[in-house]
């Protein structure tokens, strides 16, 4: 696979060309990426899958025109051409005034720590078909377990790099390793499944394949004979497993190009508190081995960590140069660039600060509530906060964790669910977006 310094060297050429051909100013980015995985299900090898790509991207600007182009053909003649055709596009294209790079002023400059994101063993199949077994078999020894959906182990390595014409130039390599497993309870129409996986930059970092085959078990076990949830209002609980998704709603909202573009249910609440004074939620791109981490953005800026949020209000807005220019404020480092098109905006390892109390003091005066832990469908309005998805999860009773149900909707409205959001202490940090358990009072649940 390509190395970081080819990666970044390619890039130089294509700008190089694209200046030939008439740019004023160029970026490109470069990705390749490796991954093998092994499936097996009830014991037997079902699939090996291997794969490798690169990909070359190209964004230039003509005066405040610009077009991007991505080709996965390295060879010479395909970025002469690459280069040729997307001068062309962009002297073709509307002008924009907010489009350009970012400030040469600002741009980051090496060496670049890479926050251990490389490990530099690499499982042979042969090893990767044994974790996944054993991931399997301990999910299938845990009892009420009927079938198997199968159980993965994989590895991946990845490279990325930045290039611009005016002067910024780094690349960085990762890798990831996985395993994960999806088990059924129960026969027939009683049929119930469920899940675990984890991803870590390091194999050592994973848990251990028998504590995810078990976990995996016992999860689907714990769904079977599922009541219906009674509708009315009531506090919900949400597991670590779907709490980061809520605060996934808030870091959208907090885009720049949402902002700008006015769309966005936090718009003209800067200010404002959006939680309880003790809520903190902070981001940390230089996390050591972080799924997420990075040294610069996808404009070239460096990474910092900073609080989202603090003493319950929003610190600012997360920007690429373009927002940045059309709101008047200054980059914040959070562009985020593909193969090809302009820059989003992304965050990097961001964790819910845990709270005071534990998951048991947390639910210990729910009369009546539901923990849920898991989300289905796309039900939320990111203009207006309003939120409805449906769930599963369980029952929760004079202050325990009851029978499981199923097959019911939650609603509210984020603003109003952010300002009641309590969390727990049991934040773990492995995900890219990391929260305890929160419970929030005063939602709608909807029984089917």
Known sequence: MITPQQACDRCAQLIDLAVRHGADAADAVTAGSSSESVTVRLGALEDVERSEGEEIGLRVFVGSRSASISTSDFSDSALAEMAERAVAMAKLAPEDPYAGLAPEEMLASGPF???????????????LRERALEV??????????????????????SVSALVTSHGFSAGYEATS????????AGEGDAMQRDYEYRVARHLEDVPAA????????????????????????????????????????????????AIARRSSFLLDRLDDPVFQ???????????????????????GLATQ????????????????????????????????RGGSGAPGISASNIHLAAGAHSVED??????????????????????TGDYSRGASGFRIRNGQVAEPVSEF?????????????????????????????VRIDGMTAAGG
Request: no cysteine.
């Open 210 to 257: 028998t504590e995810i085959g078990r976990e995996a078990g016992q999860r689907a076990v714990a769904r079977l004979n599922p009541a219906r949830l009674s509708s009315g209002a009531m506090p919900v609980v949400f597991d670590p497993r779907v709490s980061g998704g809520l605060i996934g709603h808030l870091i959208g909202a907090m885009s720049g190009m």
């Open 177 to 184: 390793h996985s395993l994960s497993a999806s088990m059924i």
């Open 113 to 127: 720590a890479d926050f251990d994101l490389a490990d530099p063993a690499e499982p042979s199949p042969t090893r």
């Open 136 to 157: 399997e078999d301990s999910a299938r020894s845990v009892h009420g377990v009927t079938n198997s959906a199968g159980a993965s182990a994989g590895f991946g390595r």
């Open 277 to 299: 004074s003790a809520i903190s939620i902070h981001e940390n791109p230089h996390l050591r081995r972080g799924v997420r981490s990075r040294p610069f953005d996808g404009e």
């Open 305 to 336: 960590p900073r609080d989202l949020v603090k003493d319950g209000k929003v610190t600012g807005w997360l920007l690429n140069a373009a927002s940045a220019r059309q709101l008047g404020l200054p980059l914040t480092g959070h562009a985020a």
């Open 362 to 383: 947390l639910i210990a005066d729910i009369d009546d509530g539901v923990l849920v832990n898991e989300l289905i469908g796309q039900g939320v309005n990111a203009i």
């Open 409 to 437: 909707t939650i609603a509210g409205n984020l603003l109003d669910m952010f300002a009641a959001l309590t969390p727990a202490d049991d934040l773990e940090m492995y995900r890219s977006i990391n929260a305890p358990t």
